[in-house]
């Protein structure tokens, strides 16, 4: 059965270093997200992605964040300059239709000391 | 604002009882509502959709009802077992891709 992967698992940082995480989403789908859990608290969306755009993105995907489909299977998510803030797990996540059945990668486990 | 109301208390339960979680959302009419399973250190894995037009879905064990007048829906899973112990949560939306999810509940299933 088709998969999301992320890459890589776990990331250990200095504050102010800018990290890069990966994912690979299922291939037939167009529609490709950012989400991520802070500990013990609730999944929070980052941001959408269509047609080599960001279609919508929430407050928390400042400046200091970005995304790229550098080629036709990667999907990254770029932080500049990571704050202690940004510990969290970070999920990827793909659909054919935009919003319904999202399908989730294994999550990187981002830790910024 | 929109808000997701899940049940915050962890759900005990004993293996082969039903098991019924509750999603209340507020100001905001969702065209359908999502339901996931999340096992710790893992990501969200899908388990149910249903649209503003249907009450009721099930799937093997599992139905979800969808109230639009009550702006609810409930999320049960019959003859529970072990393995069904998690975090379930749910996700209204209006469509446009974002999925706003609840906090969880967590669903223990005790032998």
């Known amino acids: 059965e088709p998969e999301v992967t992320q890459t890589p698992s776990h990331q250990v940082t200095q504050m102010g270093q800018e990290v890069i995480l990966r994912c690979v989403p299922i291939?037939?789908?167009?529609?490709f997200y950012w989400y991520r859990q802070i500990l013990g608290q609730k999944v929070e969306f980052l941001v959408s992605?269509?047609?080599?755009?960001?279609?919508?993105k929430s407050e928390i995907f400042d400046d200091q964040f970005s995304v790229e489909r550098p080629d036709g299977s990667n999907f990254t998510l770029k932080i500049r300059s990571t704050k202690l803030e940004d510990s969290a797990m970070y999920f990827c996540?793909?659909?054919?239709?935009?919003?319904?059945?999202?399908?989730f990668g294994p999550g990187t486990r981002l830790l910024v000391l | 604002s929109q808000k997701i109301e899940q049940n915050s208390e962890a759900l005990n339960i004993q293996e082969g009882k039903t098991a019924t979680l509750t999603c209340n959302y507020t100001n905001y009419s969702p065209a359908y509502l999502q339901w996931y399973r999340q096992d710790p250190g893992r990501g969200p894995v899908f388990l149910l959709l249903i649209r503003e037009n249907e009450k009721e879905k099930r799937k093997e064990r599992l139905k979800v009802t969808f109230d639009t007048t009550l702006k609810q829906s409930l999320f049960h899973i019959t003859a529970s077992q072990p393995a069904d112990s998690a975090t379930y949560l749910c996700?209204?939306?209006?469509?446009?891709?974002?999925?706003?999810f609840g906090q969880g509940t967590e669903l223990s299933v005790k032998p």
């Open positions: 996700a209204p939306s209006s469509g446009g891709g974002k999925l706003i």
């Open positions: 996540a793909s659909s054919d239709v935009a919003g319904e059945t999202q399908y």
């Open positions: 992605f269509y047609n080599n755009e960001i279609s919508e």
């Open positions: 291939s037939n789908h167009l529609y």
